[in-house]
Structures are given as C-alpha cells and as structure tokens.
Antibody, heavy 117, light 107 residues
Framework: QVQLQESGPGLVKPSETLSLRCSVS????????WSWIRQPPGKGLEWIGY???????TYNPSLRSRVAISVDTSKTEFSMRLRSVTAADTAVYYC???????????WGQGTPVTVSS | DIQMTQSPSSVSASAGDRVTITCRAS??????LAWYQQKPGQAPKLLIY???RLHSGVPSRFSGSKSGTDFTLTISSLQPEDSATYYC?????????FGQGTKLEIK
C-alpha cells in the first residue's frame, strides 16, 4: 500500500526559500503525477502544482513565479521549493498522488510550516 | 481559474439523517469532480471521483450526482464518524481548484 511522508523545516524566515520533500513508499513512483497542496490555518485547500514521474511540471499560476517541483525516481521522492516566502505562506503542506480520473487518492499526513522571523 | 462554490458552509444534523452538500462550478467541468473528507488534524481523504464514482473502501452511504454545473454529495444515513469538513475539487482544467469546504457536525 502506497504511503507518502512529507519532511522539511517547521519554521522558515521571511524572504527565504522553503524546501519540502515527499518520500514515496509501497509503490513505484512511475506513471503517476505527484502533487503539492497547502492549507493555511483554519482555511481551505490550495493546489500548488504537480510533477510527472518523468519530470514534467505544472504549477498554479498564483505561485508559478516562486515555486519549483522536482522528482527523484532513484530515491522515490519528490520535492518542492518555494522562494521568497512571506507570512501568507504559513500553512500545512501536503503531498499527494494524482490518479486520473480519480483525483488525489493518496495523501501524506501533512507538515506544518510557519513563516516568521 | 474555475471557481467552485460550495453550500452550505456548515450543516448540523443527527445520526441517521440524510445530508446533501452542493458544489457549483463557474463553468462546465464535464464530470471531472472529486469529493474529499477531512477530519481535524488529518489529511483529506478521497470519497468520490468523476462526480459519482465511489473510491475504493468508501461506505455506500456516500453518493454523488451531477446536474449541469451543479454537483451534489449525499450522505444517506449519517454516522457519528462522518463529522468532518467536506471539499469538492474540479479536475477538468488546471489549476485544480477546491470549494471552500462544508463543515458537517453531528448533533
């Protein structure tokens, strides 16, 4: 059974870069899209973007200028980098597997990130 | 971007009741709509995809339907464990977008 686990710093300073990693276990990373989603405290879900196992990416236009998602098939993990963070980037960040046409069928437990000096 | 508008924002019902949550898309999305359940402190879980198809392992009391750009999630007989926030998400065009959520409370 596939499982996802996010990892990264819980605290990032304003203007710095947030780096998160999602480890995939229990299944191949191949032939799927892998997505990042975030949820600010007490708010709804925002899709950040996804990466295909072969490396192709698509981002939410609202974050496209600051975000980069990559995949490392040898390590069965994918990563997200978000530049120039502000307090508005404070959120729980989730990674998820995208299966068409089902949607996002497997999610990590989420990792909270606070942007503060 | 396609806007997804959910209603109501919150609902309170008793165990055994039937509850309906609606999601309206700002433009046509075919049947490319998913519903998720999120409990406090947990990640969302996929319930329904393609508007009405039940994801593996989801109880049959959950069902989905579509009428034009309006989509409905129905829980036929509420159980205490159904207390959660429910989100719709369109998967027809990028960027994926979610509804704002409906918080379901069991009386």
């Amino acid at each position: 059974q596939v499982q996802l686990q996010e990892s990264g710093p819980g605290l990032v300073k304003p203007s710095e870069t947030l780096s998160l990693r999602c480890s995939v276990s229990g299944d191949s990373i191949s032939n799927y899209y892998w997505s990042w989603i975030r949820q600010p405290p007490g708010k709804g879900l925002e899709w950040i973007g996804y990466v295909y196992y072969s490396g192709g990416t698509t981002y939410n236009p609202s974050l496209r200028s600051r975000v980069a998602i990559s995949v490392d098939t040898s390590k069965t993990e994918f990563s997200m980098r978000l530049r120039s963070v502000t307090a508005a980037d404070t959120a729980v960040y989730y990674c998820a597997r995208v299966v068409s046409p089902e949607g996002m069928d497997v999610w990590g437990q989420g990792t909270p990130v606070t942007v503060s000096s | 971007d396609i806007q997804m508008t959910q209603s109501p924002s919150s609902v309170s019902a008793s165990a055994g009741d039937r509850v309906t949550i609606t999601c309206r898309a700002s433009q046509g999305i075919s049947s490319r709509l998913a519903w998720y359940q999120q409990k406090p402190g947990q990640a969302p879980k996929l319930l329904i995809y393609e508007a009405f198809r039940l994801h593996s392992g989801v109880p049959s009391r959950f069902s989905g339907s579509k009428s034009g750009t309006d989509f409905t999630l129905t829980i036929s007989s509420l159980q205490p464990e159904d207390s959660a926030t429910y989100y719709c998400q369109q998967a027809n065009s990028l960027p994926y977008t979610f509804g704002q959520g409906t918080k379901l409370e069991i009386k």
